[in-house]
């Protein structure tokens, strides 16, 4: 049935598929001209893509206005809650594999992208679209040595055309445990967890260290037992199989523990087996959801370039893992001896360019040293053709510009929504009335980068080829941080680099304001204890805070010392204060019955 699929790594991101294309790409890539690209427009309707492909109870508050409740059984009939997480792509399994590796991009890309995020307002959203995922795997790691990795079945879920909310196919559970091992699966989980940690650690201490603690129990599940998760899970073998096995997700979930914790253990670990494991020995030409070597050599070059700490005893091993890591950019470049290759890269690039221009360096390639800026706008010019500047004129992005596939390869997107049309569609009435349906989608889903063109540039805009036609969270995740880079810096008309500012660093290492909760009385009413809550936040960042908002969830009472905003849980300065000098304090004060609130900073701004 023309539904039914297997995921490769080759689909893995969009980009550059064509050799005439790389020649016009490099060509642009040498231009000076400015961009006419709204980067951050695509940012944002990347963002909504993650909302569209949510599953579970769905919040108030949503964008995504024409998706609704789904899956709210999943796991039940196994005795487990594996409600919420994210559909992976046009159909309704939930993947844990390619999951887990778009919440580490989405991730990474606020660990490199944080100020640029702020600066454009999207941190929050971005840190809710991560959220949505590691709640999920914390509730899937019901045990140490045990974790739910996959809800439906692919065989079954591909015989029906339905929405997400009429789902009536088999919802089975799947997990691994240390009879079944799987430390792909483990390990890329545990990397997800470390770099979300590593997020939400000066916004919300309390749940980084609670990602943490999972992320570290994962890894340990990962590395000592030992084993491919497709050898496990043949549910998955057809659909995600490993091909370069496991060992690339256990340097990688060591490396993120490195990079969230800064604890030595992490970087023997990737030290000591670089060579067995293949961290140092493979140079590769991909960066997928399956093969994580790329993407572990750029980030422990950036531990090189920072050369702090512990990190100087391991400096031979980490220039290797930096020869290899270049080789990959250089490839992507076409500087590599006629070893060209251009991949789904363009997140990696964008982070070296960053790397590097800040550590004065350049990158050495056999056919030339290439400088910070010269990268930054080859990933620029790999973005401009995704959204439109290539031989049909086309963004391949869903809802920006006027030309855009309108025909996308998911069920949701084709049928009208639940809103519209409140009758249940049936398996086989969906692909009766909509999946072979010649009009366009009713529902846009913004965001969505579709598979793109073949390698001659030609797309057909057809909802049955799920080749070119169909989106996936592992395509979207990594070109956030691209278009959150590039929002910042959007002209491209200046030879020179400039590498895109840091946020402010806290001087106690993590968040801008030291917060201490203290009850200062208790009394009981009703039969209900009630506490009178004082929080004073202490701005310990170094510079005077001009902005500032709040999330302030679990909060029953009424709240004083700062104002509510429109927005959920959202809170600002109060109207009396328009900053917050360093060393100075804001007192918040609430009465409720029960536990405390969580009080964390969403966004903030410094003079």
Excluded at 273 to 299: C, I, P, R
Aim: aromatic share 12%; with cysteine.
């Amino acid at each position: 049935m023309a539904a039914t699929m297997n995921k490769t790594p080759a689909t893995t991101f969009l980009l550059i598929p064509a050799a005439a294309s790389l020649v016009l790409l490099l060509a642009a890539a040498a231009s000076v001209e400015a961009s006419a690209f709204d980067y951050a427009g695509a940012f944002d309707k990347c963002l909504l893509f993650f909302e569209a492909q949510r599953s579970g109870k769905l919040p108030d508050d949503r964008l995504v206005r024409w998706r609704g409740d789904s899956a709210l059984t999943d796991g039940f009939s196994q005795g487990v809650d594996l409600v919420g997480g994210y559909y992976d792509s046009g159909d309704h399994v939930k993947f844990g594999l390619p999951m887990a590796y778009a919440v580490t991009m989405l991730s990474w890309g606020v660990v490199e992208f944080e100020k640029e995020m702020v600066d454009g307002n999207k941190l929050h959203r971005v840190l809710d679209a991560i959220r949505w995922g590691t709640n999920y795997f914390v509730k899937a790691h019901t045990q140490h040595n045990a974790l739910w990795v996959q809800v439906g079945d692919g065989d079954s879920d591909h015989l029906c055309w339905e929405r997400a909310e009429d789902m009536s196919t088999p919802r089975t559970a799947f997990k691994i445990d240390i009879n079944n091992p799987g430390s792909e699966v483990a390990g890329e989980t545990s990397a997800a967890l470390a770099a979300a940690a590593k997020a939400f650690k000066p916004y919300d201490r309390m749940y980084s260290d609670l990602l943490l603690l999972h992320s570290k129990q994962l890894f340990t599940f990962a590395d000592t037992f030992r084993g491919k998760y497709d050898d496990s899970l043949q549910s998955a073998k057809k659909f995600y199989p490993s091909a370069s096995g496991y060992q690339d997700e256990l340097l990688w979930a060591a490396a993120w523990l490195y990079e969230a914790t800064g604890d030595e253990q992490y970087l023997r670990y990737v030290s000591q087996n670089a060579e067995a494991f293949g961290g140092t020995g493979w140079a590769v030409t991909e960066f997928s959801w399956d093969n994580k070597y790329a993407g572990l050599q750029v980030l422990l070059s950036k531990v090189l370039f920072e050369q702090g700490g512990s990190a100087a005893g391991y400096a031979d091993t980490l220039k290797q893992y930096q020869a290899k890591a270049e080789f990959f950019l250089c490839a992507c470049l076409q500087k590599n001896n006629g070893h060209n290759y251009v991949s789904s890269s363009a997140f990696l690039l964008t982070v070296y360019a960053d790397y590097l221009a800040e550590s004065r360096g350049t990158l050495r390639c056999p056919d030339g040293e290439v400088k910070p800026a010269e990268i930054l706008r080859f990933a620029r010019s790999q973005v401009d053709y995704v959204l439109g500047k290539n031989p049909k004129g086309m963004s391949y992005m869903v809802g920006y510009g006027s030309y855009y596939p309108t025909h996308v390869h998911h069920r949701g997107a084709s049928i009208p929504s639940i809103y519209a049309m409140n009758a249940t569609v049936g398996c086989m009435e969906g692909f009766d009335k909509y999946y072979n349906s010649k009009n366009a989608d009713p529902n846009v889903l913004h965001g969505a980068l579709v598979g793109g063109p073949d390698a001659n540039d030609a797309y057909d805009d057809d909802r049955c080829n799920y080749q070119h036609a169909e989106p996936t969270l592992a395509g979207n995740a990594p070109m956030s941080g691209v278009f959150a880079r590039l929002a910042a810096s959007p002209a491209d008309n200046t030879p020179e680099y400039t590498p895109a500012p840091n946020a402010p660093s806290p001087s106690n290492g993590g968040s801008p304001l030291e917060f201490v909760h203290t009850v200062t009385n208790t009394w009981k009413a009703n039969g209900v204890d009630y506490y009178r809550h004082v929080v004073t936040a202490k701005n310990t960042c170094g510079h005077a805070i001009t902005y500032l908002k709040l999330q302030i969830k679990e909060l029953s009472g009424e709240i004083y010392g700062v104002s509510r905003t429109n927005a959920k849980d959202m809170y600002e300065f109060p109207s009396w204060m328009t900053r917050l000098d360093a060393g100075a304090q804001l007192t918040i004060v609430y009465i409720q019955g029960g536990p405390a609130a969580k009080i964390a900073v969403v966004e903030y701004k410094t003079a």
